[in-house]
């Protein structure tokens, strides 16, 4: 049984859903803006005792500077580049080297295949990606998966959004009318955690609705 989570991003309501559902028993940290800066990655040296200790980790922290490429500037171009992809590489090395059972769950998004009105945030999501599905596992135990879901309607990336025609438009071609719920995903996360799901690795897994079937 899995009892200790390391939890990124757990403020979220993806983070809050699934906490809610784990067993009381349960130990779960969740690094705070005031212990670790995701831009720094040399703070994340100072949560390597809970990396390595943790049964399973979720990394779900993540930005978006709603601005055009060309109209950011250069400092917020590395600040999405560092948290939305090198801090993540850098907990998922430390979790591979030294913990031989750690079990890795990580928020992509549909941006990572699709584009996004902030490209730094889709190609940031791009890489993560493709860094999922090539990083070879270095123990038999351990476990390394992605999650790249659609629009999550509840979600504060989607809610703090101001093209709100171009995110109707997205709802209205899906399939499924609709966005994808927060507690979906979480429920997601938990089903790949607790029911013996260790051979699916190195995959992102598209929570989408069936939005790119084309036949």
């Not at 779960?28 to 720094?40: A, H, L, T």
């Not at 917020?76 to 080297?97: D, F, P, R, W």
């Not at 135990?141 to 990336?157: E, M, R, Y």
Request: aromatic share 8%; net charge positive; proline share 3%.
């Amino acid at each position: 049984m899995y009892k200790k989570f390391f939890i990124t991003g757990a403020s979220c309501k993806i983070g809050q859903s699934f906490i809610e559902m784990l067993p009381k028993d349960s130990t779960v940290f969740k690094p705070s803006k005031k212990e670790v800066n995701f831009e720094n990655l040399s703070d994340i040296k100072k949560l390597k005792k809970k990396i390595i200790s943790s049964d399973v980790l979720i990394l779900l922290h993540s930005i978006i500077i709603p601005k055009p490429h060309l109209k950011k500037n250069f400092a917020e171009k590395i600040k999405q580049l560092k948290v939305n992809l090198l801090s993540t590489l850098e907990i998922v090395e430390m979790a591979l080297k030294y913990n031989k059972r750690a079990k890795i769950f990580i928020l992509g998004s549909e941006s990572g295949k699709k584009g996004s009105y902030d490209i730094m945030y889709a190609l940031t999501k791009t890489a993560l990606h493709k860094y999922i599905e090539e990083r070879k596992i270095l123990f038999p135990d351990q476990q390394l998966v992605g999650i790249a879901p659609s629009t999550i309607i509840d979600g504060q990336i989607t809610l703090k959004r101001k093209d709100k025609k171009n995110l109707e438009r997205s709802i209205n071609l899906n399939p499924k009318k609709r966005g994808i719920f927060s507690n979906e995903i979480s429920r997601l996360i938990y089903s790949l955690v607790f029911f013996n799901t260790n051979y699916i690795s190195n995959v992102v897994i598209d929570v989408n609705g069936g939005k790119f079937s084309r036949m």
